[in-house]
């Protein structure tokens, strides 16, 4: 199967400070979604972006698929940002919808 | 729009029994569901794919006959776990998105379930 990679797999910032996570994926891909898991294992999704580039408030996301890379920037940060950041694909060409996962970026944010 | 529902959140039990995980699509019909297993620390890894009145398909390495999926209606799929034991305490979340061209769309994840086995 197609093959993610995430960077970096620990990220400590105090409030405020801004970062970029990368991803990396071995493959084309018809899908591409970033996740922030919380403390209760909730996934929450942040951002369907198979390419191209998107923002909402704090965050934003830009995905390069022809060079099949995605960074998440996330400006700011708070307390709450802490939890774990997964980026998750789907290879081109499947029609159902599996996705492949990351094996995340654990953030701490200290205040 | 676009909602999962998982259900229960939590469940502890005791060593051999069966446990019951019901996933459903709120707002949208889904021909085909996923089922994903988290141990601690872990990443996420597709235990199956449930498809609405046929089989359910499973990753290598999973028991079909342990972990039991089944996807009556185009709303709701269940995953039970049969005669339980400790090694299957784990996070059990699953997804779906509205169809067609389900590849081609985001897929929505329910809650998760963290089942504990005593």
């Known amino acids: 199967g197609i093959q993610v990679e995430q960077s970096p797999p620990d990220l400590i910032l105090q409030e405020g400070a801004n970062s970029t996570l990368r991803c990396n994926f071995s493959d084309s891909v018809n899908n591409l979604q970033w996740f922030h898991q919380n403390p209760w294992g909730q996934l929450i999704n942040l951002f369907y972006i198979p390419s191209g580039t998107k923002q909402n408030g704090r965050l934003s996301a830009t995905t390069v698929a022809t060079e099949r890379y995605s960074l998440l920037y996330i400006s700011s940060s708070q307390t709450t940002d802490s939890g774990v950041y997964f980026c998750?694909?789907?290879?081109?060409?499947?029609?159902?919808?599996?996705?492949?996962f990351g094996r995340g970026t654990q953030l701490t944010v200290w205040p | 729009g676009a909602v999962v529902s998982q259900h229960p959140s939590w469940v502890i039990c005791k060593s051999g029994t069966s446990v019951k995980i019901e996933c459903r699509s709120l707002d949208f019909q889904a021909t085909t569901m996923f089922w994903y297993r988290q141990f601690p620390k872990q990443s996420l890894m597709l235990m199956a794919t449930?498809?609405?009145?046929?089989?359910?398909?499973?990753e290598q390495g999973v028991e079909k006959d342990k972990f039991l999926i089944n996807h009556a209606s185009l709303t709701l799929s269940t995953l039970t776990v049969t005669s339980a034991h400790p090694e299957d305490s784990s996070f059990y979340i699953c997804?779906?998105?509205?169809?067609?061209?389900?590849?081609?769309?985001?897929?929505?994840f329910g809650d998760g379930t963290r089942l504990s086995i005593l």
């Open positions: 997804s779906a998105s509205p169809g067609p061209g389900q590849g081609s769309q985001p897929q929505h």
């Open positions: 998750a694909v789907g290879p081109r060409g499947s029609t159902l919808g599996r996705l492949y």
């Open positions: 449930s498809n609405e009145g046929s089989k359910a398909t499973y």
